[in-house]
């Protein structure tokens, strides 16, 4: 009798709701632990006890989704977990990193439910460079030409003090693919300002891997083999449009790059850059890795 008495009284707590009726928005940021999750809930009066939706989600086997919920304290704990892990938010949180092209954002957002696929693709790709790179607040079943205007709205309020021309933002995501850390972008900047100076080829492979249309490594041979406008080994100077959506600080640093000679840089394997100002000297550097 006490066992059962003791599971009767473990249901009802897991079951009961509030005694006051909430009805919220509710939102999940990317990267919100459980635990937080939980606690907001319960903050919020969407649930008696943060305790028991921390047990429910560690026995379920589903993912709490980033969105925004329209929540009812009487869907009790389960009620509002299998919300939250139904993929079917009023709205979703959705962030773009830095460096993605279009096709990535597309497949992405498809993914989420929020265009159908290739809607994007066939109807943003010239805006290639200008889809800023940012965590967005979409509805499902969107319009792409609504995600791509406040896309690129966003590039115009986030660089209208900077003002950056087409050339700068071509630059900027030829940086942004090529660093790894921030502390690279100024300097990695000012490698191609200076071969693009000096009348040097710019020579980035993330222009070759556009061009194959995949991020993968690339082979020695695809330097001469990729035969397209965007390949910056066969072609002088700036390929003919951006190769991904450049973050800020890659924008920055085409526009204030470091000073300095170098003409040549390398990746470590821990993603740093070694910089060299002739190529005997770069050569040198890569025999001592």
């Not at 773009?96 to 943003?124: H, M, N, T, Y």
């Not at 991020?215 to 449009?241: E, M």
Request: glycine fraction near 6%.
């Amino acid at each position: 009798m006490i066992v059962l008495a003791g599971v009767g009284y473990f249901l009802y707590s897991f079951y009961r709701t509030p005694n006051q009726e909430v009805e919220k928005e509710f939102i999940i940021k990317t990267g919100q632990s459980t635990r937080e999750i939980a606690e907001n809930l319960q903050e919020e009066g969407l649930i008696n006890s943060s305790w028991w939706f921390l047990l429910h989600a560690r026995l379920g086997h589903d993912s709490i989704q980033a969105g925004v919920y329209k929540l009812s304290s009487k869907m009790g704990v389960k009620g509002i977990y299998e919300a939250l892990t139904s993929d079917k938010a009023s709205e979703y949180f959705i962030t773009i990193p830095e460096g993605w092209r279009v096709k990535q954002i597309d497949k992405l957002l498809s993914e989420k439910k929020v265009i159908e696929s290739g809607d994007l693709v066939g109807l943003a790709s010239a805006d290639e460079g200008y889809l800023f790179p940012d965590t967005y607040r979409f509805l499902p079943n969107s319009e792409a030409s609504q995600i791509s205007q406040e896309m690129i709205d966003n590039f115009s309020k986030r660089t209208a003090d900077l003002k950056p021309n087409r050339d700068t933002v071509i630059l900027a995501s030829i940086v942004e693919r090529e660093a790894k850390f921030d502390e690279d972008r100024p300097k990695i900047a000012a490698v191609y300002l200076n071969r693009l100076r000096k009348g040097m080829k710019l020579e980035a492979d993330p222009t070759v891997q556009y061009a194959k249309g995949s991020w993968d490594p690339i082979k020695v041979s695809d330097y001469r083999n990729v035969n397209s406008a965007y390949n910056t080994y066969l072609h002088q100077g700036l390929p003919p449009g951006p190769i991904c959506n450049p973050g800020l600080k890659s924008i920055e640093a085409v526009l204030y790059p470091d000073k300095n000679d170098y003409l040549y840089f390398f990746h470590l394997e821990d993603g740093h850059a070694v910089y060299s100002t002739t190529i005997e000297e770069h050569q040198a550097k890569l025999k001592e890795q």
